[in-house]
């Protein structure tokens, strides 16, 4: 089977740009998450998607929004580029379960540099 | 708010020496409790997770978590470390709805030969 899928694997941006990032998940997923990771902040929640609505956000500016489609993949997007959200940005589906578990499985994640 | 704190940044062990990882949460019931390694470059994998019921429980690659409600812990243990396990470790807390986790700052584990 296989596994969640993130493109691109890396990118570079200019301050005020905009970038979309794509994720699949595992045939089967319904769930989607997305996840920022810095060396400052660590790793920390942005939003979760189910059955095509959101799920759960966390505390991140309006820049930063997400969507899923009817197959369950998923697109996160960050406007107005701040050399700040320079990060790894993973992606991780779950089994579909309504509820949720936290049962995660990552991508390898989509590495975004700001200039 | 849940909060993860994993006290120790970085760990390094000899090869074949015993392991353990300290995770402690802060959560208002009972949590879902989970670690996570990530290898370098790498999303991050599960290793074992703590829903109810024994509180000792086993994962992958030989960890093993013990769940101490009493002090609010959830360390990470192997008894026979290996260079392959040279990696970063995250402890996590859920709710026990959602997939929305809390992910403490992470352990870098270094193995010595």
């Known amino acids: 089977k296989a596994g969640v899928t993130q493109t691109p694997r890396y990118l570079i941006k200019t301050r005020g740009q905009q970038v979309t990032l794509s994720c699949s998940p595992i045939?089967?997923?319904?769930?989607v998450s997305w996840y920022q990771q810095t060396p400052g902040q660590g790793l920390q929640f942005l939003f979760e998607?189910?059955?095509?609505?959101?799920?759960n956000k966390g505390n991140f500016p309006g820049r930063f929004s997400g969507r899923q489609f009817s197959n369950s993949r998923s697109e996160m997007n960050v406007s107005t580029l701040e050399l700040g959200d320079s990060a790894l940005y993973l992606c991780?589906?779950?089994?579909?379960?309504?509820?949720?578990?936290?049962?995660?499985?990552f991508g390898e994640g989509s590495r975004l540099t700001v200039l | 708010a849940q909060s993860v704190t994993q006290p120790d940044i970085h760990i390094t062990v000899s090869e074949g020496a015993s392991l353990e990882l300290r995770c402690n949460y802060s959560?208002?019931?009972?949590?879902?409790l989970f670690w996570y390694v990530q290898s370098p470059g790498q999303g991050l994998q599960l290793l074992l997770k703590?829903?109810?019921?024994?509180?000792l429980v086993q994962g992958i690659k030989g960890f093993e978590a013990e769940f101490k409600r009493s002090q609010s812990s959830f360390n990470l243990r192997k008894p026979s470390v290996h260079w392959s396990d040279a990696a970063e470790y995250f402890c996590?807390?859920?709710?026990?709805?959602?997939?929305?986790?809390?992910f403490g700052g992470g352990t870098r584990l270094m193995v010595k030969p």
């Open positions: 991780a589906s779950s089994p579909t379960l309504q509820g949720g578990t936290g049962e995660l499985f």
């Open positions: 959560y208002g019931a009972t949590p879902y």
């Open positions: 998607y189910f059955s095509e609505t959101q799920r």
């Open positions: 703590y829903f109810s019921g024994d509180t």
């Open positions: 996590a807390v859920g709710a026990r709805a959602g997939n929305m986790l809390t």
């Open positions: 045939s089967g997923h319904r769930s």
